[in-house]
């Protein structure tokens, strides 16, 4: 399905781009229902769980899903979103059509239901989801290695990095110390996937401190 715009802008806001989500999943037919279970935007991308339900209350019959024990079935679904010329529009893909976009978090995923192959394309976006979700969201001092080296605008290429962060204005953003030269570099989270924590930040604090944190953990 391509993209659908809404010429009279009646969505605006994100209470109004939730609100149609919504509706988007609901639906009432003859012998089934549809209804929203739980909705989450992570950046310009709407990710909803639906589930499905039959009006007579027999066990809905999938060939993508395993029937839940309340006889219904749960559904990943993926909403694109852009605003063009003010109107807002939305492209929608099942999670078994292989959408690209794969962020959705974890509590959303561990409502979908079971899947009957392993195989599947809504399988592997599931993984990718974890994987992302998997990435660590390093503090503040933390020295890590990346995955693989970082090559840079000048050639040249990073590996080891140490979190630490830049001000603009009255903001705090989020960059690394490269080891090798101490120069700064903002990277992706995407960057920091398969990264490894040489040391912890928390590591440098009193040893009685250390040992307080480290029971928080």
Known sequence: MGWLFYADRRVQTYADE?????????????????????????????????KVTSIDGSPVEDTTYVTDADGSITFGAVFL????DGCWGYKDMEESAGPNESRAPLGLIELLSNL????????????????WAAIPD???????RLATPVTLTDGS???????THYKRGRQKR???RIEETGGLVRLSKATLAGSELLSSAKGAVSPVLAEYLAGRE
């Open 81 to 84: 979103t852009r605003y063009d």
């Open 138 to 144: 390093y503090e503040e001092g933390d020295k890590i």
């Open 116 to 131: 009957k192959d392993e195989g599947s394309y809504a399988h592997a976006w599931r993984q990718r989801c974890r994987d």
């Open 157 to 163: 290429t990073c590996q080891i990095v140490t979190a």
């Open 174 to 176: 989020r960059c690394y």
């Open 18 to 50: 939730k609100a149609e989500i919504t509706r988007l999943c609901t639906s009432h037919g003859d012998t089934r229902k549809t209804e929203l279970v739980k909705a989450c935007k992570v950046g310009s991308t709407w990710y909803a769980a639906a």
